[in-house]
């Protein structure tokens, strides 16, 4: 059995879950996957072609049980810790740390950004490194590379609830999109930092 860090389970999370809106639902539980799943196709792309190494970063969990009768089977398990960036990895020379989020409305709130997110980033900035978000908004079909300082510094100032699209448009730079890679994400990291 898995449990989150607020020691929940996931079927007490799932009952929570059910009392909201059956569409509702599906649509969050959703939220994000295909576009992470094109990420990931992009950063194969990548390290197949020796352009750069990102490789999803897994979300550590503890192993409390096996299962006797199936091998290699968790029957119970927990979130170790929370979660910090979705991709880590290298690409000319530097280390690279993103973030994927995606919405269906025309801005992307505080509250979509953890805080360990934030700490996180902060420290990929100070020390040198690559940090960015990619913003995916899905009503436009259109996905966005915005460097994280651009993020933490409004964040700091909290002068407004959250990211408005035309903000993220006027900061980041327009992540193509194609056949192979499904998004051309180096070349935008080209655009902004080299």
Partial sequence: MIKYPDGKT???????????????NYLLANMGMNFENDVSK????YK???IALIYKRP????????????KGMISQAYFQEKSVTDYV????GKYIDFE?????HDSVPYSMIREQQYRHL?????LGGIGFFLISFKRYQEVYLIDSKVILNEIERKKHPGFKR????????????SYTPPYKIIDAVDKVYF
Wanted: aromatic letters at 10%; charged letters at 45%; one cysteine or more.
């Fill in 10 to 24: 996931f079927v007490e999370e799932q009952k929570k879950e059910r009392k909201r809106d059956d569409s509702k």
């Fill in 42 to 45: 992009s950063c194969e792309f």
């Fill in 48 to 50: 197949i072609h020796e």
């Fill in 59 to 70: 979300t550590p969990i503890k192993v409390v049980k096996m299962d006797k009768d199936k």
């Fill in 89 to 92: 990895g290298l690409y000319r």
């Fill in 100 to 104: 994927c989020k995606e919405t269906i």
């Fill in 122 to 126: 902060f420290y990929v900035n100070k």
């Fill in 166 to 177: 035309e903000f993220i448009r006027d900061n980041g730079v327009l992540v193509e999109r």
